[in-house]
Every structure is written in structure tokens, then in C-alpha cells.
């Protein structure tokens, strides 16, 4: 079924889900805002690509013809004639607005318009536009190329055709889907894994455990691959603070008020591994 796809944002999200669907045959635009920015993104597809090649996952002519069905891109225009259109910019809704208005008045009428967001509700994005039926949340997860899951988000209005169109666009991806049936604060996969951070929080922070036996507990015990705390610190304790403070604010649910560690660890700067120490030392 593989069709046109219109990929907005170039950056690690944006690439990467105009990567696996390239792979799988569709022919891909990709916009970001000025040309050095596309230039990364496709360098990005390039290296992931030749990666794989090297690893023997992929043949290595599958390299060029990829990238052939990747066409970078500054114009919107571009969208014209998509099937469907993931936009992938910065999470803020005054830009995701911006970008939706301009789809709605440049999108063929029978486009889907999936958004990658991975917390502002769907239907926030989706009433800007004079077709709430045809925008649904696609939250792909990174790194792109590897990681299987979507969640799928329905908005207030998303039509089952709609759903129905982006996951066998998902599928033939490669993607296993997962629907969530309303746009709650922090869908579905933000809500556990906060629920999951706070909670580990307290417990090491009363002292009732080590941050390593508790990571070790969830790995040995439940078989994940990673402890919640390791997962902090790989996504950044600030994100996942901003994301608990969003659910609770949402919700009033206790369960999702921050720990009084995880705040002042952000306040203090200590944000994981991209700051080299968080739970743990880098
Ligand atoms: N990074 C993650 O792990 C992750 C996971 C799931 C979902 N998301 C979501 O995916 C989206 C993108 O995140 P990312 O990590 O790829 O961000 P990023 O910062 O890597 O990339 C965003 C890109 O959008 C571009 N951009 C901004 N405004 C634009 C516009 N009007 N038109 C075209 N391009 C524009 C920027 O130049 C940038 O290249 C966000 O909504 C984010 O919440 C991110």
C-alpha cells in the first residue's frame, strides 16, 4: 500500500519516522525550516542506514534507494498531495498550530494529519483545523529505527477511518500499534512509566532503597530491560518531572505529584545523562 508521505520536522523524530517508512517503500518529503537543518536529518537517515548495512540487517543497496525515496524539503507545499502527513516539530503548541492551519489549507481533502506529540492532547492540535476527523496522534517512540511501539491516540473527533488508515500505515512499517481510546494527559506509556518514576522516587528517597537494587528489582523481578531510575536518567530527570507535573495538574491524582528529589535534582541540574550524573554517575 505503500503511498506519499509527508514527514514536518526533520529533527531525531521527524528523521527517523521518514527513515523506516522510506525503507518500507514510501516515497517521503521531508521539511524542516531551513536547509541545514534537512541537510542533518538526511545525513542522520544516512548514518543510521550505513549502520545497518554494516551489520548485514540490510543490503547494502538498499543504502542509495532509501534516501532516493527521501526527498528534503524547506516547503510546506510539499504536502500537497500526501496521504499522510506526520508532523514532527518542536513540542509547543503555538508552532504545532501554526503547522496544522497551513496543512489543513494545503492537505489533498482525504489526508490523514498525524501528530507525534507525546503529551499535548490530540484534539488541542486537531481545533485549529476545519477537519478534526482526519487528525490523530502518532507517538512513535526513539530511537525510531528500533523501537516497535506507536501509540496510537485518538482526539475527540478522530474518525475510525482515520485510525484505521494510520495503523496499516504503522504496520506496514514495521510498527505494532497500541490504540488509546481518549487523549488523556500523558496517553497511556507517559502515565505508567510516571506513575512507575514517581513512586521509585519515594521509596529511594525515604531511604527504603538504593536506587541500583530498586532498578535491579523491576529488571529481575517484572523483566524489564531497564529500572525506572536508569530510564530517568536516559530520558532526563527534567522531562519526566515536566511530564508528572502535567498528569497531576491534569488529573489531582497524588500519584503523580513529584517527589521533593526528583525537583530539587532538576533544580540542582542533575538531569541524567546528559548532564553526566543523575541517579547515577556518567
Ligand atoms: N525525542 C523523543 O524521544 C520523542 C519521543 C516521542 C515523541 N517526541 C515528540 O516528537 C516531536 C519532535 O521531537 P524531536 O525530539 O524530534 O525534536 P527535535 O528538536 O529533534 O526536532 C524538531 C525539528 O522541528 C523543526 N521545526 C520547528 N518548527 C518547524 C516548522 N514550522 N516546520 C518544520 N520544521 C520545524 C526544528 O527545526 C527541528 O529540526 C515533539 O512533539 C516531541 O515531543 C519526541
Not at 122 to 139: D, K, L, N
Not at 174 to 179: A, D, L
Not at 186 to 213: C, H, N, P, Q, Y
Not at 253 to 269: C, I, N
Request: with cysteine.
Amino acid at each position: 500500500m505503500a503511498g506519499r508521505l509527508a514527514v514536518v520536522g526533520a529533527g531525531l523524530m521527524g528523521s527517523g519516522i521518514a527513515q523506516v517508512a522510506a525503507q518500507a517503500g514510501w516515497q517521503v518529503t521531508l521539511r524542516d525550516l531551513d536547509d541545514a537543518a534537512t541537510k542533518r536529518g538526511v545525513d542522520g537517515i544516512r548514518k543510521s542506514l550505513e549502520k545497518f548495512a554494516e551489520k548485514g540487517k540490510i543490503e547494502a543497496a538498499e543504502v542509495e534507494a532509501t534516501l532516493g525515496r527521501i526527498t528534503p524539503t524547506t516547503d510546506l507545499e510539499a504536502a500537497a498531495d500526501a496521504d499522510i502527513v506526520v508532523e514532527a516539530v518542536f513540542e509547543r503548541i503555538e508552532i504545532k498550530h501554526e503547522v496544522f492551519r497551513a496543512l489543513d489549507k494545503i492537505c489533498k481533502s482525504d489526508a490523514v494529519l498525524a501528530t507525534n506529540t507525546s503529551a499535548i492532547p490530540v484534539t488541542q492540535i486537531a481545533a485549529v483545523t476545519e477537519r478534526p476527523e482526519s487528525v490523530v496522534g502518532t507517538h512513535f517512540f526513539s530511537p525510531v529505527p528500533m523501537m516497535k511501539l506507536c501509540e496510537l491516540v485518538r482526539g475527540y473527533k478522530t474518525s475510525d477511518a482515520t485510525l484505521a488508515t494510520v495503523r496499516a500505515f504503522a504496520e506496514e512499517i514495521g510498527k505494532t500499534v497500541v490504540v488509546v481510546n481518549r487523549d488523556i494527559a500523558g496517553f497511556v506509556t507517559t502515565r505508567l512509566i510516571a506513575a512507575l518514576v514517581v513512586e521509585a522516587v519515594k521509596l529511594v528517597e525515604s531511604g527504603v532503597i538504593s536506587a541500583e537494587d530498586l532498578d535491579t528489582a523491576c529488571k529481575l523481578g517484572f523483566g524489564h530491560a531497564m529500572g525506572p531510575l536508569a530510564t530517568t536518567d536516559l530520558t532526563g530527570a527534567d522531562v519526566l518531572l515536566h511530564a508528572a507535573k502535567n498528569i497531576y495538574a491534569d488529573t489531582a491524582d497524588e500519584k503523580f505529584f513529584p517527589p521533593e528529589l526528583l525537583q530539587r535534582m532538576v533544580t540542582a541540574g542533575d538531569l541524567g545523562r546528559k548532564t553526566g550524573k543523575g541517579f547515577y554517575t556518567y
